[in-house]
């Protein structure tokens, strides 16, 4: 498959590449700034914004899925997710059936849980800049699949994962990046859950 992988530097979006690359996709990794991602045979690096859509029009050339593990990593960052995904939408008019995976997050299930409650409190603008980005996608007739995982993890073994949709799946409040980036690469292979929001949690 040729691949579109945006937010490709950061933690959960290496851990993609090289799955994708180990299954022997060609990836192209669009990149917002200065980064050691190195070129390599099945990959090709193009530095870019992702909230600019004539840019993301080139990009989907020829592509069979995009793969999108944005992060805000600064407060200039505040509607990256919302911004970027109405670049895409935009993008994409008349290729509507293009997949596209994107990475959400597990607090945006109503929670009572005391600590939970905190956490989008204290993660409000990043929150609702996630809400506002699935919103755009339901509305859009993108062949989407939004993934929401619990607390992301680096380093640790693989251990597999487990999906339920409507809310979290019982059990362990985070997993492991490299397995999140499996539900990934397997999401965009199969097809599989396609305009759903599928939740994601470690084995």
Not at 127 to 141: G, I, K, N, Y
Not at 156 to 170: C, E, Q, V, Y
Not at 177 to 190: F, G, S, Y
Request: hydrophobic content about 45%; aromatic content about 4%.
């Amino acid at each position: 498959m040729q691949l579109l992988v945006i937010g490709a530097s950061g933690r959960t979006g290496r851990h993609f590449i090289e799955a994708a690359l180990a299954h022997k996709h060609r990836v192209t990794a669009l990149i917002r700034k200065s980064s050691d991602l190195a070129p390599r045979t099945g990959l090709d690096n193009v530095y870019g914004d992702p909230r600019d859509p004539q840019a993301l029009a080139v990009l989907l050339a020829q592509k069979d899925g995009v793969v999108s593990c944005l992060g805000q990593t600064s407060s200039k960052d505040d509607h990256l997710l919302r911004d970027s995904s109405a670049a895409l939408i935009g993008a994409a008019k008349g290729r509507e059936a293009l997949r596209y995976i994107v990475v959400s997050q597990g607090l945006q299930f109503p929670t009572r849980n005391p600590m939970l409650v905190f956490l989008r409190w204290i993660l409000a603008k990043y929150v609702a800049d996630t809400a506002d980005m699935e919103t755009l996608l339901q509305q859009s007739a993108l062949d989407w699949t939004i993934v929401r995982p619990p607390r992301l993890l680096e380093g640790g073994p693989p251990s597999g994962f487990r999906t339920n949709l409507g809310a979290m799946p019982p059990g362990r409040r985070s997993m492991q990046r490299a397995d999140l980036a499996a539900l990934l690469l397997e999401l965009v292979e199969t097809g599989a859950h396609r305009r759903q929001i599928v939740a994601v949690t470690a084995r």
